[in-house]
């Protein structure tokens, strides 16, 4: 058994690491509401803006638009990811289980990857994929004005076409205990997530300047908000990780700190126990 | 008086939400104003001063670019940006004016960079001309 001094040393080291593991717990609990909050004020407005494109759908089914345009004779597609991952470790299979989605869908010879966070960006590079690094520092804070800047970002891409199809992968909650790892497709606009309900038919619009007008600018603010939703949902699914991550690492602290407790009573007692047959030894000699 | 629903959504929540007699704004062709039983029309609007009158009592509030959308249920205002003529300070909104235009004097070529700008001075003048109505 190990003296009483090591395992004095290592019930602190322990207790030390339990305080680290509850205070970034907490941390992660209380970023995990605020992200939460702001996602909710955040959806109305959101909510809104897809409304209106249905609206516009309605009243003008057969709009073309660059945006609807699946370039499907195109030769050597190019394919975008958003890969959005966090910038530091600690959070339990949050990461690793976003590389492995983005591993499965991205194929490695016609995509660009676009990693939001510094984990997925170090682990793309290292494992050669093609990475444009434009956004990596945008993981601190989830604002709209961030997702804006991405929106504007990819829409210009696909216009010039630098790429051909944009997707996002992100963390989904699904419950509160299931996070998943999702891809979803976001340019071009597919028909068929702007399906026109019949019964849902409203009279004529008018359109100040013009349709095209309202809906390419309706575009951008869309794209924008679905980014931002991934963006926010990837932030508090982190948070969520971490939070776990966290409580079950104090918890096995606090395991760990009862069990080496009681080794150190024991190996006290030992000592003790030893120290006084040495003395009724040495008395039993004396005699 | 006949009334009809306003609601103004913004990113950060609904910025107002009530029943209201007449607003004004500014779409991309100019001044426009909306009454009671407004045809139904979706306008893009620019940053701009909005004017609420309810109850005879007028409202000033400043909106950023965004849309205005009418339909006979409600008027919804979609816009990034939404402050009160009250809230707003005016000297940080003539000093973003004035840093907004020396960037543009010095920016050449890159035309998405100018629009920006462009956007962010009008933003500003919009500011500025909303914080003196009270």
Known sequence: ?287 | METFKLEVVTPTGIFYESDVNYIKFEAENGEMGVLPNHAPVLVAIKPCTLTIEKEKKQKYAFISEGFIEVTPEKVSIVVHLADWSTDINAEEAIKAKRIAEEKLESVSGDASRKTELKVSIERASARIKTSNLR
């Open chain 1, 1 to 287: 058994m190990a003296n009483t001094r090591e395992i004095k040393g290592r019930i602190k080291g322990v207790e030390g690491t339990k305080k680290i593991t509850k205070a970034m717990k907490l941390i992660a609990a209380s970023k995990l509401k605020k992200a939460r909050e702001m996602h909710e004020k955040t959806l109305p407005f959101f909510k809104h803006i897809r409304e209106i494109m249905l609206d516009i759908m309605k009243c003008t089914p057969d709009m073309k638009l660059i945006y609807f345009d699946k370039r499907e004779k195109k030769e050597h597609r190019r394919k975008g990811y958003l890969v959005i991952s966090s910038d530091t470790g600690l959070n339990g299979g949050y990461n690793t289980n976003v590389i492995k989605e983005a591993v499965k869908v991205i194929d490695k010879e016609n995509a660009v990857v676009f990693p939001i966070g510094n984990v997925i960006k170090n682990y793309m590079l290292k494992n050669g994929y093609n990475v444009d690094t434009n956004f990596i520092n945008t993981r601190y804070t989830v604002t709209t004005i961030i997702a804006a800047d991405i929106a504007k970002y990819m829409l210009k891409s696909f216009k010039e076409g630098t790429i051909d199809e944009l997707y996002i992968v992100y963390t989904e909650m699904e419950s509160v205990m299931h996070l998943v790892p999702n891809t979803i497709k976001l340019l071009p606009l597919d028909n068929k997530d702007f399906k026109i309900k019949e019964s849902g038919m409203r009279e004529v619009l008018d359109f100040e300047p013009s349709a095209e007008v309202v809906f390419e600018r309706l575009t951008n603010q869309y794209l924008q908000g679905v980014l931002y939703g991934g963006m926010v949902e990837s932030f508090v699914s982190e948070h969520f990780a971490r939070m776990n991550a966290m409580d079950s690492a104090t918890t096995n602290a606090e395991k760990l700190s009862k069990k080496l407790t009681l080794d150190y009573n024991r190996a006290r007692q030992q000592a003790i126990t030893n120290e006084i047959s040495e003395i009724i030894g040495g008395a039993m000699n004396l005699k």
